[in-house]
């Protein structure tokens, strides 16, 4: 069975830093594409980061860009967000999910894990 | 950035009703577009991807038609387990976008 268990959402102060991380099991993590999208607290979904399979190629919403990092670690199976200078804005919850196929496609998402949450505030 | 517009924002309809809900595109996206479910308290789920396939699992009352700017969810005969929020999403391009989100409430 194909499970993806985040951790790391904690409560920060703004301007500090987070580290989320993505475990995977039940899959060839390596041959597949891994994204994280947040969810605001009572608002819609918004994509945040993708990376693709080999970990050559990552791609960040422009909200993020500079703040925050995507890798994986393809040995320990394992997806991580580096999350810094967080503001009230990045509050949430964040999901990391799976592109359906192993094809290098990076794409659509699913399945996603049950997300972890990151508050940041004063 | 691509934005992507869905209506209505929420729908009531009764079990056995067909339900259609849309979403547009501030460009065209050719047919990368995809559907998600989002139960109340739990993940989003991939129902249809590329406008109109099937995720494995996903019961056929579920349907997506369009292409460019324009396409729409299609649910033949509402359930009770249908209860969620539905969004669209853009794979044109990066940043990937969603739509807003239609909830859709049972009566």
């Known amino acids: 069975e194909v499970q993806l268990l985040e951790s790391g959402g904690d409560l920060v102060q703004p301007g500090g830093s987070l580290r989320l991380s993505c475990t995977a099991s039940?899959?060839?993590?390596?041959?597949?594409?891994m994204s994280w999208v947040r969810q605001a607290p009572g608002k819609g979904l918004q994509w945040v980061s993708a990376i693709s399979g080999s970990g050559d190629t990552t791609y960040h919403a422009d909200s993020v860009k500079g703040r925050f990092t995507i890798s994986r670690d393809n040995s320990k199976n394992s997806l991580y967000l580096e999350m810094n200078s967080l503001r009230a804005e990045d509050n949430g919850l964040y999901y990391c999910?799976?592109?359906?196929?192993?094809?290098?496609?990076?794409?659509?998402?699913?399945?996603w894990g049950q997300g972890t949450l990151v508050t940041v505030s004063s | 950035d691509i934005q992507m517009t869905q209506s209505p924002s929420f729908v009531s309809a009764s079990v056995g009703d067909r339900v259609t809900i849309t979403c547009r595109a501030s460009q065209g996206v050719y047919s990368w577009l995809a559907w998600y479910q989002q139960k109340p308290g739990k993940a989003p789920k991939l129902l249809i991807y590329t406008t109109s396939n099937l995720q494995s699992g996903v019961p056929s009352r579920f349907s997506g038609s369009g292409s460019g700017t324009s396409f729409t969810l299609t649910i033949s005969s509402l359930q009770p387990e249908d209860l969620a929020t539905y969004y669209c999403?853009?794979?044109?391009?990066?940043?990937?976008?969603f739509g807003q989100g239609t909830k859709l409430e049972i009566k």
């Open positions: 999910a799976r592109d359906p196929w192993s094809s290098g496609s990076l794409n659509w998402f699913d399945p």
């Open positions: 039940g899959f060839t993590f390596s041959s597949y594409a």
């Open positions: 999403q853009q794979a044109s391009s990066f940043p990937y976008t």
